[in-house]
């Protein structure tokens, strides 16, 4: 493992509920959940259903590291296809794993509250508490900031405008946005950096008239950037505004406008099969050259 990799791994593409199957072989069923390799840190945004599959290759790393798990997951909100894998992630249900759980609060509820509702009897038969694995859980405010400095560091968070920051030439930065496009408590997008390089993950966000401004300074040069884009544009106008979610059409201009270098179409539309998709992934590149459409197993080193 280089201490200079800067990887991103994609576990689950889907939105709204998982649809596996023959239709969504290339792209994949899975709800979402992407990795992040950061040097020795291990990030994962969000747990939906492809957070079982991540789980089971950590299990595989680990045994032949000799090394436990250690790993911070960000959730974007906690919506079901963002959280229904959690309960079943291997790493959880071992005692020497250590799992750092950032994420939002929802309406009055701190987040180890709201996940625990995840996995809390009659939904779940083990609570949060019961998982023999080591869960630190803390809510984020959009006006914070985390750091991982140091191969074996905590998470780290520091209040954006008010704490000195000083991270050391390792460090990987954490940044936090909260967009308001989203029914009913918003969504945090997360822009992660290391080593001059940097990733923004925006899903489950819904574009505004001439671009949501606050996002693309949010992004601004990133060199990848992860975006929603659930609805054809036809159906998003016919019966999907309002849904929190975009078209093709946003993320690229949101690209464009940001300078990214690359675009990932992400959170697919479940309805669409790999097809459809396939097409849109054409029609975009027509947009934004430098894109594609996610799918499980897509890698992508920075």
């Not at 790493?91 to 929802?106: C, D, E, F, M």
Request: include cysteine.
């Amino acid at each position: 493992m280089s201490a200079d990799q800067f990887i991103v791994r994609f576990w689950g593409t889907r939105g709204s509920y998982p649809m596996p199957g023959p239709r969504t072989v290339r792209y994949g069923g899975n709800t979402t959940c992407v990795e992040v390799q950061a040097g020795e840190h291990t990030l994962i945004i969000d747990a939906g259903t492809g957070i079982i599959n991540l789980g089971y290759d950590l299990l595989r790393r680990s045994k032949e590291r000799g090394t436990p798990i250690r790993a911070t997951l960000l959730l974007t909100h906690m919506h079901h296809d963002h959280t229904q894998g959690f309960p079943y992630f291997p790493p959880a249900y071992l005692g020497s794993s250590v799992l750092h759980i950032l994420g939002p609060r929802t309406f009055e509820e701190e987040l180890d509250e709201t996940l625990n509702h995840a996995v809390l009897p009659p939904s779940f038969p083990i609570s949060l508490a019961e998982m023999p694995s080591l869960k630190v859980i803390r809510s984020l405010r959009e006006t914070e900031t985390v750091l991982l400095d140091g191969e074996q560091s905590e998470p780290q968070v520091y209040n954006t405008f008010h704490d000195l920051i000083a991270p050391g030439p390792d460090a990987v930065r954490i940044r936090v946005h909260k967009s308001y496009a989203h029914p009913r408590n918003g969504v945090y997008i997360y822009r992660i950096e290391f080593h001059g390089r940097s990733m923004v993950f925006a899903s489950d966000t819904e574009g505004y008239v001439e671009t949501d401004q606050r996002l693309v300074n949010f992004a601004r040069d990133t060199d990848l950037l992860i975006h929603d884009a659930q609805y054809m544009a036809e159906e998003y106008t016919r019966s999907r505004q309002g849904w929190g979610h975009s078209t093709p059409q946003m993320a690229a201009e949101v690209a464009r406008q940001c300078g990214a270098k690359q675009l990932v179409l992400f959170h697919h539309e479940p309805r669409y099969d790999d097809e459809q998709i396939a097409k849109i992934e054409c029609e975009t590149q027509k947009l934004f050259p430098a894109c594609r459409a996610a799918y499980e197993g897509l890698e992508i080193a920075l």
